[in-house]
């Protein structure tokens, strides 16, 4: 009955098929990174389920075609059900249940990847400590409480929220955050210039100017700088309209209860337990040359609460792990013109990842490796086994007509 059940999964035509949507993904989404820019064509052809298409300006679309998640998954099930329905345990398929495993592996790895893991930025003058890194692409509306000296409150609203334009409410928060207007990338200019929105904003150091919107980046090399203008209510009492932008990471006091908050737009941070101080940052070129030698920066991490320290240089294929998190070297600024910019301090920005599942593509290869070897080596063993056995026959050339034997 089971395998009744998974025999229409385990099929060959069905592997054969996905691989082929799998090949159409793959060059489709390649194609469209030019005009979609990189991380919009893969949120939409690989990282989700269905690739939805629409009118544009028509505020709904529909699902044309599978999409990455989708094709991954249904391969996952075929190669289970494929086991299920047609392989039985035995020594002699060993090395193909391990190689099958190591691709199962392989799969379910890449998903816990892109599913959990984060990559961010930290940048850092010389003598500069920071406990946080900040995302390449996610941006967030920040509400802080200052009152307490030793340690800020921090309400994140992401900025998903903020495209819905509608009110968002926070049991941590003591006012109500209504969303007015949300750009996804906008420039702020004087309120006189060409083309210029001027929102109605009555608080703020951002407040009378103007928004030019503008189309959001496609490129690696670029990226897109929201706005947005936000209320603050506490029912029907208003504490003030801002003009907020990732542009301006402006803070501005708002007094509510005896509590002092600010607001700002910002990139997204991710906050560590320990913290990190950039010591000395070197750029070396080769003599006569612009061609970089090394980037290298000697920092000193320190957890939080607690006396140890250590200190390590980071360069060019030589990360720092640390706390679950890696960090690489990543853009230097210590050249003579950087430190003559930053009245003689150089800079250095790591790219920090956390992958939890940085270790299962080595499992996985491992695994199949290992497999292949151990089928190779049952099939050698046999071969060799069964030629020992058979018996040897001795070939006599035949007698000619009329000779005697000997």
Known sequence: MLKRFFKPLSSLRLTVALLFIGLVLVFFGTL???SEGLYSAQNRYFRSFFIWVGPAGAGWKVPVFPAGYLVGGLLLVNLVAAHTARFKLSWKKSGIFLTHIGVILLLVGQLATDLLSTESSLGLMEGETKNYSEDFHANELALIDTSDPKEDTVVAIPESSLKEKKDIQNPALPFTVRVKE?????LIVRPMAEGAIVPATTAGELKGLGVFPQPEAKTMDERSLPA??????EGSKSFGTWLVSTRADLSDPIVVDGKTWKISFRFARYYKDFQMTLLKATHEKYVGTDIPKNFASRVRVQMAGSPEARETVIYMNNPLRYGGYTFFQYQMGADEMARQRMNGLGSSTFQVVKNPSWLTPYLACILVGLGLLVQFMIHLVG?????????????????????SAQ
């Open 32 to 34: 469209n990174q030019a």
């Open 182 to 186: 949300y750009w996804p990338n906008a």
């Open 228 to 233: 947005a203008v936000v209320e603050l209510l």
């Open 383 to 403: 071969f060799i086994m069964k030629r020992s056995g058979k018996p040897h026959r001795t070939l006599s050339r035949p007698t000619p007509a009329g000779a």
